[in-house]
């Protein structure tokens, strides 16, 4: 196998020190090489500086979401956005990232296939809610790890609404700063307000009622007895007003760029799996990678700060490596069928604060025997790299021991 080093020599921001070796005879179309260049973009430095002014202005969104790749955040240079699969897991690492003083509000968004929105009907189209669906009615054990003990664990409700609106008001329980549950369709990219959240939970605006999802008297048919029952613009205060404008008119661009993009959308999948400790968005950090709707799929890794060094708890180190089962074992599943989900998936993109500590979490996810049934498919590679400040310092092709 050829491999590919890339680094930064001395001044990171000057591209003529970039160094290449072993670069392959056929490099695949997303590589280090390219990785490198979008990072060090005009486009990507524009974005990363307009990302910082907004923070010190206190205007940030911060986003709670799937890491489906369809899900498309408005305004990525003025966002954050934590992916987990179904949005779920536990918010206690990013609770002072939710209070931290460049953040203005919250966002919970969940996702659904417009095309399965129906009268009476609940909606369908995130893959981890529909695994809720199927595990309900039993935990695992203990000891289970994977995807399965993730779903079974962190995954509060198979139903889209329910989901999103038990983990705003999660995280409005934590803050004064107001919280928005909302859906987005992900064949359109349009989002639909659920409910909004204000003063730590105490306020509450919404058009669902309680008899139609508290317990036992959960009925889909009364709560999408009109389809899905959206908060009126009316009720929406305007800081929220303006991300919901700013949606749709990205949304009517898309359609404009991409004719096909609602077909192309009914099923995921991305070129890449990403799994990240930066919190900023792909979009503002590589661009042109992320330009096409869909293209990757992402997971966020916790890390907490340790003096000068940066950390990664055990347990979000397996929380994660439990989630990323998902995305690669529908590649294994699904190979040599481009219509199936996951099918054209052949990078795995591992980046955090430093290249030893990227290196060693793929020494981790690659001693999982799904992990060792992917990397067995032809033309697999993983990616590390070191970024700080969404900066890329170093990437790499990580050599499978």
């Known amino acids: ?48 500086q307009a990302w910082d002014e907004i923070r010190r202005e206190g205007k940030i969104t911060l986003y709670f979401t799937c890491g489906d790749a369809r899900i498309l955040t408005p305004s990525p240079e003025g966002s954050i956005a ?5 949005g779920g897991g536990l918010k206690d690492p990013y609770i002072n990232l939710v209070n931290n003083r460049g953040v203005e509000k919250i966002v919970v968004l969940d996702h659904h296939d417009g095309d399965t929105v129906k009268p009476g009907q609940k909606p369908t189209g995130c893959g981890g809610l529909a695994a809720k669906e199927i595990s309900n009615g039993h935990k695992g054990n203990e000891t289970e790890e994977g995807i399965a003990e993730y779903i079974d664990h962190e995954v509060k409700h198979p139903d889209v609404i329910i989901q999103a609106l038990l983990t705003a008001e999660e995280i409005a329980l934590h803050t004064k700063k107001p919280v928005m549950a909302a859906t987005q369709d992900h064949l359109t990219k349009i989002i639909y307000p659920l409910a909004i959240f204000l003063e730590g939970g105490l306020h509450k605006l919404t058009s669902i009622h309680l008899n139609d999802i508290a317990g036992d008297l959960y009925d889909p048919s009364r709560l999408y007895a009109d389809g899905v029952p959206v ?8 800081n929220f007003r303006k991300l919901i404008e700013a949606n749709r008119e990205e949304a009517a661009l898309l359609i404009e760029r991409y004719p096909d993009l609602r077909q192309e959308q009914k099923v995921q999948n991305p070129e890449m799996v990403v799994m990240s400790t930066d919190v900023r968005s792909m979009r503002v950090r590589y661009p042109n990678t992320s330009r096409r709707p869909g293209s990757l ?46 099918s054209k998936t052949y990078t795995v993109f591992i980046e955090t604060g430093d290249m030893e500590l990227s290196r060693n979490l793929s020494k981790e996810i690659v001693k999982k025997p799904w992990m060792q049934e992917w990397i067995e498919l032809p033309d697999r590679q993983i990616i590390v790299a070191s970024t700080q400040a969404g900066v890329t310092k170093a990437v790499e092709i990580f050599q499978v021991p």
């Open 231 to 238: 908060l009126p613009d009316n009720l929406i205060p305007p």
């Open 82 to 86: 934590i992916r987990t699969i179904a």
């Open 297 to 342: 799929f992402k997971l966020n890794i916790p890390r907490k700060k340790e003096g000068p060094h940066m950390k990664i708890n055990q347990k979000d180190l397996v929380r994660t490596l439990n989630q990323a089962q998902y995305p690669i074992e529908h590649t294994v599943a699904n190979f040599g069928d481009p219509t199936k989900p996951f």
């Open 1 to 48: 196998m050829n491999y590919a080093i890339i680094n930064l020599l001395h001044d990171p921001c000057m591209v003529e020190q970039i160094t290449y070796e072993f670069i392959p005879k056929n490099e695949p179309m997303i590589s280090p090489k390219s990785l490198l260049e979008d990072n060090r973009s005009e486009e990507a430095t524009r974005l990363r």
